[in-house]
C-alpha cells in the first residue's frame, strides 16, 4: 500500500496552519507544511511538525467507560447513551434545566460547537454552556465587542509584515504563535519597529527594538500615560476620531488624571521611554497593536482589551491595511467555537439570548422554547457544582488543570451528580466522570476550524478512529436524537448550511468554497470572497467608542509572606495540558517534565541551584517543580507553565474574576518559593 | 513542458519502469498536494508547480514499500542532486529509482538563487543559466564584514530561531539517527532560542558535504533566517578547495570522508566567517 497524503489544519494554536499528513495502512505516520497554505506557507513550529505522534497514541480511549466504585468499565455505546440520558433527563426533572451545564470545546470543530450548544439550550431550556475562551479572549469578546462592535482580530495576519510599527503587550507570540512571529519579523527586516511590553525578557522582547519590562498588570497605566502623551502632542487623529468614533471627550477627560509621570511611577518604567514608545506608535504610517494573555488574563482584562482598543482608534489605526487590533486566540478553534455561540449569554453570531427578537428567531428556526436568562459561565459552573449545577456535560474540555485554583476545581468535579466527559484521552478531569466517551482527533474527523484571523478552514478526515471511539459530531447527534430532540445531520456541511441560515455574516460559508483557501468572515453570501480586515468603512457597531479604562491593579500583590509575583503561560514546545503534547514523542523529549524560571539573584538568595526541586506555595496550594534559572523573568518574579500535571501550575492561580468577562487572574498572584529537600537514595 | 511530463509519467508507468509516479497532484477544488500516480490514467491530473522537493518523501515511500517496488520521481535539479547524494549514502537503492527530471524556470532560479537550476538528466524543458549566490546584495551583505561584525550579524538573526527543527525535518538528505541535533549534550532542550555554534553550526558543517543548495531548509523557517548564505558557503568552500560539488557525479565520494590525506592547509578548509563565529574565548 502506498502512502496518501492528506491535506488538513493543525490542531494547536489560532494560526491555523496547514498540515500534510502521511498516511500509511490507515495511520498517521507524518507530517508535513503545507506549501500552499495561506498562513502558513510551507512552514511549522515544532508542535506542528509533531502533530501526529499523538494520534495513535496506546492510551487513546477506544470504548466508552463507566464509573463503578473506583473504577472504570467498559460498557456499549446504547448503554452509555441511555445512562446520559437518564441522568440528564433526570436531574433536570427533580432540579430544573439550569442544574444542567455544559462545557463545549475550542478544540471541536464549528459544526460540533454549534451542535452542543443547541443540543444544550434546546433540551434544557438552559444557557448554561461555555468553554474554555473564558479562560482566554472572554475579555477581546467582550472588551472589543463594545468598542468596535466585533471581538475578533480586525486584520488578517499577513498585515503584520506590512506595518509600520508594531506593539506587542503580554504576548510571547515566538513560543505560542510561532508562524505569526515570523510575519512580525518581516516587517522588522522592512524597517519596522517592534516594541513589546511584557514583565518577562521573553525571546520576541530579546528580537524587539525595544521592550518595556512593566511591573505585572500595569498595562492600563502604560497605555494611558501613552496616550496623554499623543493627546498632548497633537499627534492623535483628530479626523478619524471626528467622523468616525464616539466617547472622546470622556476619554480625554479620563486621560488628565494620567500624566505621563503618574503611568511611569506606576508601570516602572522611565518617563522618555513611554512617550518615545508612544510616538512611535502615533507616528507611524500603519501601526499594529498585538495582544495576547498578558492583557487578558487578569481582573480587569475586559478595561485592559479596552485601553488597548482606544489607543488603536485614538491614532486612527484601524479599518485599513497593516494596521489594525491583533487579540491572538489560542486555541486551534476558540475563535470558531465563540462564533457558533458557545457561550452563556449569546446564540451562534454573537445573537444575545436575552433580546427577544433573536430568541424568538432561533426558536422558530429549531422548534423550541428558550430560555431568556443568560447562563452561567465556564468558572461559574464549576463554583456551583452540586449547588445550582447537578450534572456537567464536558466535551474536550480539561478544567483540572486549565481552570485557576485546581484543587478547589477538583473538590467542586467531586461533588456533581453526574459528570460526563467527552474526550480523546483519559484526562485528569475525565477521571472525575462518572461516564466516558470516546471521541476522536483531528486526524479523524471532518469539520472546519476558524483560526485567528476569521478564517474558516476545512479538515480532511485522514484516518478512522481507534476502536469503538466516535467523532463528537456523532456522539453528540446520538445523544440529541435520545433526549428527544430531532437531529438528523448525516454529515457536518449540512451544519454549516443551517449555521449560514441563522447568522448573516457567515450567509456565504459552505464546505465547497472552503476547498482552497478557506474563507474570512463576514461572508453574508455565496459570491462574497470573505473580510481581510474589518470596521472599513464603519465599524460593525457603526460609530467606534472609546470606553474610559477602569485600572484595578492585581488582586494579589506580594507581601511578607508571599514575596514573589507569579505569572503562567506556555513554552513552545507543549500545549495547554499537554494531554496532546505530552503524548507526543519529540515533544517531550524536548520538555519532559516541568519547571519555573526565576531570577538568578533571587535564586542565590534562596540557595537554590539549576534544576534544584522546588515549592511554590501561594494561598490556594502549593507544587513541587524544578527550578529553572533565567533572566527571563525578572527579580521578584516566578514564572510557571501551566502544561504539566504533576506540577499543577494552576494550583497556585488566583480565582478572583473580571467583573465583566468573568476571565480568572491567571497572570499575577502571590507565592513563595522554598528549596525542597533533596529526595534520599540509599545505595 | 506539463504535457511532456505527463506523457513520460504515463509511459513509465506503461511500461512497467515503475511501479508509481511521485510528483504533485491538482486534485478536486484545485488543491494542490504530493501523490504517488499509480495509473496512466490518474496522471491527468498531475502538476510540477508550485517547487515542491519530493526527494525525502521518495526516500520514505520507498522504505516502507514492498520489496522491488520501483519509484519514479518528477525531480528539478535540487531533488535530483539530493536523489543521488542519498543513493551514495545508501539511503535508496539506485536500481528502485527512476526520475523524470524538469527544468526550472528563471524566476524560480532567481527566487532560490540556484546556480544549477536544472537535473543532469533532463527530460522536459530547457535549462536556464544559473544564479551566482554570491553576486546577489543581499547573500554578499549576510558575509560582509570581519569577524565580530558578522558575529554580531549573525547572533542578532540566529536567535530569531523557535527551534521548531523544521531546517533539519525538511532538508532532504538529513537522515542521521540519531540526529546530533538531538543530543542533550550539544543542544539543550526546552528553551529557545536555539544555540548558533552548537545547533546551526553542528547543522551547518554535519550538511558541508552533502548539502544540495535546494533551499529547503530555508523556504521551512518560520522566522526567515536565511539559512541558504550559511549552507552556500560552506558549499562553496568545499567547490574551491576539492572542486566537489554534492550530488553531481553519483560515483565521487566527499572529499571530508575519503580524501583525508589530500587536505589542505589548516584554516583552508572552513570557511573564514564561519569560523570567525565562534565564542571570543576561544579565538
Avoid at chain 1, 489560542?330 to 446564540?347: F, R, T
Avoid at chain 1, 474526550?423 to 483560526?451: H, M, Q, R, S, W
Avoid at chain 2, 528539478?76 to 537503492?93: F, H, M, P, S, W
Avoid at chain 2, 528502485?96 to 527566487?111: D, P, S
Wanted: proline share 5%.
Amino acid at each position: 500500500m502506498n502512502p496518501d497524503f492528506i491535506k488538513t489544519i493543525c490542531p494547536y494554536c489560532g494560526v491555523g496552519c496547514g498540515l500534510v499528513l502521511k498516511v500509511e495502512d490507515g495511520k498517521v505516520v507524518g507530517t508535513y507544511p503545507d506549501k500552499e497554505h495561506p498562513v502558513s506557507r510551507g512552514t511549522l513550529c515544532i508542535k506542528g511538525w509533531s502533530a501526529h505522534q499523538f494520534v495513535h497514541h496506546a492510551d487513546r480511549l477506544k470504548t466508552p467507560l463507566v464509573k463503578r466504585g473506583d473504577t472504570f468499565e467498559k460498557i456499549s455505546w446504547d448503554d452509555a447513551i441511555a445512562l446520559a440520558v437518564e441522568k440528564l433527563q433526570s436531574t433536570a426533572a427533580r432540579y430544573g434545566g439550569d442544574a444542567i451545564g455544559g462545557l463545549s470545546s475550542a478544540k471541536c470543530t464549528n459544526e460540533e460547537n454549534y451542535l452542543f450548544q443547541k443540543m444544550i439550550r434546546m433540551a434544557f431550556k438552559t444557557n448554561n454552556v461555555d468553554h474554555c475562551a473564558r479562560l482566554c479572549h472572554a475579555p477581546t469578546a467582550v472588551g472589543m465587542g463594545q468598542t468596535t462592535g466585533s471581538g475578533a482580530m480586525t486584520n488578517s495576519i499577513s498585515d503584520l509584515a506590512g506595518a509600520e510599527c508594531i506593539l506587542i503587550i503580554g504576548s510571547n507570540a515566538a513560543e505560542s504563535h510561532p508562524i505569526i512571529m515570523g510575519e512580525i519579523y518581516k516587517a522588522a527586516d522592512r524597517g519596522a519597529a517592534v516594541v513589546v511590553v511584557d514583565p518577562r525578557k521573553t525571546a520576541v522582547a530579546e528580537n524587539a527594538q525595544v521592550h518595556l519590562r512593566i511591573n505585572p498588570g500595569t498595562d492600563i497605566p502604560l497605555l494611558c500615560g501613552m496616550m496623554r502623551h499623543i493627546i498632548d502632542e497633537g499627534l492623535h487623529n483628530e479626523k478619524f476620531i471626528h467622523d468616525r468614533m464616539e466617547g472622546f471627550d470622556e476619554l480625554k477627560t479620563f486621560l488628565r488624571s494620567w500624566p505621563v509621570e503618574r503611568a511611569a511611577k506606576e508601570c516602572g518604567i522611565a518617563e522618555e521611554e513611554i512617550r518615545r514608545v508612544a510616538e512611535m506608535y502615533a507616528r507611524a504610517k500603519d501601526a499594529a497593536a498585538v495582544y495576547c494573555m498578558g492583557i487578558t488574563q487578569h481582573a480587569c482584562g475586559t478595561a485592559n482589551v479596552h485601553a488597548v482598543c482606544d489607543l488603536a482608534m485614538l491614532c486612527g489605526q484601524i479599518g485599513k491595511t497593516f494596521s489594525g487590533v491583533y487579540p491572538l486566540r489560542g486555541q486551534n478553534n476558540v475563535q470558531g467555537a465563540c462564533d457558533m455561540g458557545a457561550l452563556p449569554n449569546v446564540y451562534p453570531g454573537y445573537q444575545s439570548v436575552s433580546v427577544p427578537a433573536v430568541k424568538e428567531k432561533f426558536e422558530k428556526a429549531w422548534g423550541r422554547e428558550l430560555s431568556a436568562k443568560p447562563g452561567l459561565t465556564v468558572t461559574e459552573m464549576i463554583g456551583s457544582a452540586g449547588k445550582d449545577i447537578r450534572a456537567l456535560y464536558i466535551m474536550a474540555e480539561n478544567p483540572a488543570l486549565s481552570d485557576p485554583d485546581v484543587n478547589h476545581v477538583l473538590e467542586s468535579l467531586t461533588k456533581l451528580d453526574f459528570l460526563i466527559v467527552q474526550d480523546i484521552f483519559l484526562t485528569e478531569t475525565a477521571k472525575f466522570a462518572d461516564l466516558v466517551l470516546p471521541a476522536v482527533c483531528f486526524a479523524e474527523k471532518t469539520g472546519t476550524y476558524t483560526n485567528t484571523e476569521r478564517r474558516f478552514q476545512l479538515l480532511r478526515k485522514a484516518v478512522e478512529p481507534p476502536g469503538e471511539a466516535k467523532g463528537d459530531f456523532e456522539i453528540i447527534c446520538l445523544l440529541a436524537n435520545a433526549l428527544g430532540l430531532d437531529f438528523p445531520y448525516k454529515h457536518p456541511g449540512e451544519v454549516m448550511e443551517e449555521i449560514a441560515k441563522l447568522v448573516p455574516e457567515y450567509g456565504g460559508i459552505r464546505f465547497d468554497r472552503l476547498e482552497k483557501a478557506g474563507l474570512q468572515w463576514p461572508c453574508p453570501d455565496l459570491k462574497h470572497e470573505g473580510t481581510r480586515f474589518l470596521h472599513d468603512v464603519q465599524f460593525t457597531r457603526g460609530k467606534g467608542l472609546f470606553i474610559v479604562p477602569a485600572y484595578t491593579p492585581p488582586f494579589e500583590t506580594p507581601d511578607g509572606e508571599y514575596p514573589y509575583w507569579l505569572s503562567t503561560g506556555r513554552m513552545f514546545a507543549h500545549y495547554h495540558t499537554g494531554t496532546m503534547t505530552r503524548r507526543s514523542a519529540f515533544l517531550s523529549r524536548e520538555m519532559e517534565g516541568a519547571y519555573a524560571e526565576m531570577h538568578p539573584e533571587d535564586a542565590i538568595k534562596a540557595g537554590i541551584r539549576e534544576g534544584d526541586r522546588i515549592r511554590i506555595t501561594s494561598r490556594r496550594g502549593s507544587i513541587v517543580t524544578a527550578a529553572r534559572i533565567t533572566k527571563r523573568v525578572a527579580r521578584g518574579s516566578v514564572f510557571a507553565p501551566f502544561h504539566f500535571t504533576e506540577a499543577r501550575a494552576n494550583i497556585l492561580t488566583n480565582p478572583v474574576l473580571d467583573p465583566i468577562s468573568k476571565i480568572p487572574e491567571f497572570k499575577a498572584c502571590a507565592a513563595r518559593i522554598e528549596k525542597e529537600p533533596h529526595e534520599k537514595h540509599e545505595r | 513542458m506539463l504535457e511532456k511530463v505527463k506523457e513520460i509519467a504515463r509511459t513509465v508507468l506503461a511500461e512497467k519502469q515503475a511501479d508509481g509516479v511521485l510528483g504533485l497532484m491538482k486534485g478536486q477544488w484545485d488543491i494542490i498536494q504530493p501523490h504517488i500516480f499509480e495509473s496512466p490514467v490518474e496522471v491527468d491530473a498531475l502538476v510540477i508547480e508550485p517547487k515542491w522537493l519530493l526527494a525525502k518523501m521518495a526516500m520514505t515511500v520507498l522504505r516502507s514499500s514492498r520489496e522491488g517496488y520501483r519509484l519514479a520521481v518528477v525531480v528539478r535539479g535540487c531533488d535530483e542532486r539530493a536523489l543521488t547524494e542519498l543513493v551514495k549514502r545508501n539511503q535508496i537503492e539506485k536500481e528502485r529509482l527512476v526520475t523524470i527530471g524538469i527544468a526550472c524556470t528563471a524566476e524560480q532560479a532567481q527566487a532560490c538563487i540556484c546556480d544549477r537550476p536544472y537535473p543532469q538528466k533532463l527530460d522536459c524543458g530547457d535549462a536556464v543559466a544559473g544564479v551566482d549566490p554570491f553576486s546577489i546584495e543581499s547573500v554578499k551583505e549576510l558575509l560582509a564584514g570581519d569577524g565580530p561584525a558578522r558575529m554580531e550579524k549573525w547572533a542578532n538573526i540566529l536567535k530569531r530561531c523557535i527551534k521548531c527543527y523544521g531546517c533539519r525535518n525538511s532538508c532532504p538528505i538529513c537522515v542521521c539517527v540519531p540526529c546530533k541535533l538531538e543530543d542533550q549534550v550539544w543542544v539543550e532542550t526546552g528553551v529557545i532560542p536555539a544555540e548558533v555554534l552548537s545547533y546551526h553550526l553542528i547543522r551547518a558543517f554535519h550538511l558541508s558535504d552533502t548539502c544540495v543548495a535546494c533551499g529547503a531548509c530555508q523556504e521551512a523557517c518560520p522566522v526567515n533566517i536565511p539559512l541558504m548564505a550559511l549552507q552556500l558557503s560552506m558549499r562553496e568552500m568545499l567547490r574551491e578547495t576539492y572542486g566537489y560539488d554534492a550530488g553531481l557525479d553519483p560515483e565521487r565520494n566527499s572529499p571530508i570522508l575519503y580524501d583525508l590525506c589530500k587536505e589542505p592547509a589548516a584554516g583552508q578548509a572552513l570557511p573564514d566567517w564561519v569560523n570567525s563565529l565562534r565564542k571570543d574565548d576561544e579565538s
